[in-house]
């Protein structure tokens, strides 16, 4: 049964290392497999539509993402690496690692990045917007960088939409 794991906040060192590469052996280790699911289980309830395992004080190279929209799949993806960023535009951010804030970050609009499945598989994903950047916030989040680094007007979520994008952690991309 996959458990709802703590969710560690700017701060906590974990989120400041560069996370390490994992080992394509260690994928099927059911304590990986555990992991992958309690990481579903701990987005989902927060609720959010990326985790990485950092943030779960795990300093791995992967994360889950499921932005609940009708034409993409929940994702796992291992070892990620950039091969596309395009069209830089600004949109607003949060993180649940820093509860009720949000801010404007310069993000690519247009990403493709390419992995490993939780099988092993090799996968790339290649998607737009809130998709867009969320592959980027999470892949971030495994070199130990927060967007509140680059954000500008850093501020706590006040209107509906920003509480939207802090609660749900980037929810809505404008
Ligand atoms: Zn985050």
Known sequence: MPYIREIIQDGHPTLRKVAKKVDPKEISDPLFQQLIDDMFETMYA???????????????????????????????????????????????????????????????????????????????????GLFAQCLQHEIDHLNGVLYIDRAQNLRKAETEEEQAIADAAQAQAY
């Open 46 to 128: 927060a609720p959010g539509v990326g985790l990485a395992a950092p943030q779960v004080n795990v300093s791995k190279r992967f994360f889950v993402m499921d932005i609940q929209d009708d034409e993409t799949e929940p994702a796992v993806v291992i070892n990620p690496k950039i091969e596309l960023a395009e069209e830089e535009i600004e949109m607003t951010e949060g993180c649940l690692s820093v509860p009720g804030y949000v801010g404007e970050i310069a993000r690519f609009n247009h990403v493709a990045v390419s992995g490993l499945d939780r099988n092993g598989q090799k996968i790339r994903l290649e998607g737009r």
